[in-house]
């Protein structure tokens, strides 16, 4: 073509390739200064996708339920989205895709905690979460999860507050209050929820359904002034004055 054509040709062609990078970096996924999905996952879906997934609706596994954090997208999974995505009235489909991670996103915080729940809520006890009977990355991995758990359990009773009264505890911060030697408020996955806005029985039987194998209230020893939770590996639950129970009825191995 003509020298002047071609000129304004490569010119309308580089504007139109300007306009398009422009257009490219405008309007990109979705992304999330704390963890960003692409895509959809569903049954069948694996990987660390999946298991930043699984923390966030680890507080959603039916009654009694905990939500295994494997990185695998099983029926318990699809179960707890389907859930999450009710309990938000999304679609309870089952399937995580742009209006679940949506809703995700508008939940949580830069550092990757539930937006009314900090990392410095859950531990009053030193800043470096070391000190405890796991490693320092493990208990803050662990207070994340029950950071998850409980913005559920708040979601559930109306979003009203829910007070954290201790969270992780070193060794010496345990001693200093008391705490049995296997508290798991030594691994960072336990909180003491104190009363008001809601009642401790409120709280404590709430809970059963939002992924907390361990349940402390009213009626159990020291457990008057305030309801503890954590994420022990089998279920003890015992608020005696509560009606809140272990389906079997077997003796605390653990302590609080
Ligand atoms: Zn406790």
Known sequence: MPKLIR?????????????????????PAHADACYTWSGVLAQGSSGEAVRQLQIRVSGYPGTGGVLGLDGQYGPATKSAVARFQAAYGLTADGVAGPATFAKLYALQDDDCT???????????????????????ATAKANALVTMWKLQALRHALGDQQIRVTSGFRSV??????????????????????????????TLAQAARNHGFAGILGPGYPDHNDHTHVDGRPSRFWSAPNCGVASLTGSLDPLGD
């Open 114 to 136: 539930p937006v009314n729940f900090s990392y410095a809520e859950l531990n009053d006890c030193n800043t470096t979460w070391s000190g405890g009977n796991v490693s320092a």
């Open 7 to 27: 000129l304004l040709a490569t010119a309308l062609l580089a504007i139109g390739a300007s306009a398009g990078t422009v257009l490219a970096t405008a309007a």
């Open 172 to 201: 010496s911060c345990n001693n200093a209050v008391g705490g049995a030697s296997t508290s798991r408020h030594l691994y960072g996955d336990a909180a003491d929820l104190g009363a008001g806005p809601h009642s401790l029985c």
